[in-house]
């Protein structure tokens, strides 16, 4: 497994991160807790999942629990304030078992927050990051506006996570690559388009020359993590042969 630093959190990360929100739609949760623990022991340490899904918070933790110290643990809040930023954190620390968050994400906001605006989200991250029950805060958005204010920003975001794939245009690869220059952490989801994409090791390859992108893959199943390990531990020669078949892909959603 790859690691790397995701941006100037620092946070070394795999590079295959494990998308845990569909947790909860998996009826055995023993099935779940298998999951998550395959993809402990074949080396990825990055788990993301999100308070509007507590029970794929409390598999999550359960499954984690004896290994809190090696993992790093993201979740998000939507809350528009900051008083209902305290109430998602308390839910979220208590849903995961834990006493802290890695990284802590603002969830799809309409405006990116700042210091003064009155919704008081970045002075509560703030106090979070001082107490210790954060390290770590960035943004979660699809919005291309959101996801511009964040790299000019002086509000200590120090991740962002979007829509990232082969199939997106070229000035989203624009902005990866700008994110790194700016040295702020890119979460890359929808690494697969919504399932869309069905070629996994395209799918996976094309993220290689991205160092500083993380995707995060939503397996629902055993079989689907398997093959996401598989391939991130056999990753495609980028060759001629895969640059002609992703370009016919995206010539074929284009």
């Given amino acids: 497994m790859e690691y790397i630093a995701l941006g100037k959190s620092n946070l070394l990360v795999s590079r295959t991160a494990f998308g845990a929100q569909a947790l909860d739609k998996i009826e055995d949760s023993d099935i779940a807790f298998q999951m998550i623990r395959m993809a402990y022991d ?3 340490n990055f788990f ?3 308070t509007k899904t ?3 918070e409390r598999r999550l933790g359960k499954a984690l629990c004896d290994v809190r110290e090696n993992v790093f643990i993201a979740t998000k809040s939507a809350a528009r304030n900051g008083g209902e930023l305290a109430i998602d954190i308390d839910v979220s620390l208590r849903n995961l078992g834990t006493s802290y968050l890695d990284l802590y994400q603002l969830e799809n906001p309409e405006t990116l927050p700042k210091a003064g605006d009155g919704s008081e989200i970045i002075e509560k991250l703030n106090e979070l990051k001082s107490s210790g029950l954060v390290r770590h805060f960035g943004v979660v958005t699809e919005s291309m506006d959101v996801a511009e204010r964040v790299l000019y920003s002086d509000s200590g975001w120090e991740t962002i996570q979007f829509p990232f794939n082969m199939l997106c245009p070229e000035n989203i690869e624009n902005l990866a690559r700008r994110f790194y220059e700016k040295d702020i952490g890119f979460i890359a989801m929808r690494p697969l388009c919504g399932g869309v994409l069905t070629n996994l090791p395209l799918a996976l390859g094309y993220f290689l020359p991205f160092e500083n992108v993380v995707p995060v893959w939503g397996a629902r199943s055993p079989d689907e993590l398997q093959q ?7 990753p495609p020669r980028l060759d ?7 370009d016919k892909i995206r010539e074929f959603f284009n």
């Fill in 240 to 246: 001629e042969q895969f640059y002609a078949e992703a």
């Fill in 48 to 50: 993301d999942t999100s």
């Fill in 42 to 44: 074949d080396g990825v």
């Fill in 54 to 56: 507590p029970e794929s």
């Fill in 228 to 234: 996401i390990l598989y391939f991130t531990k056999n």
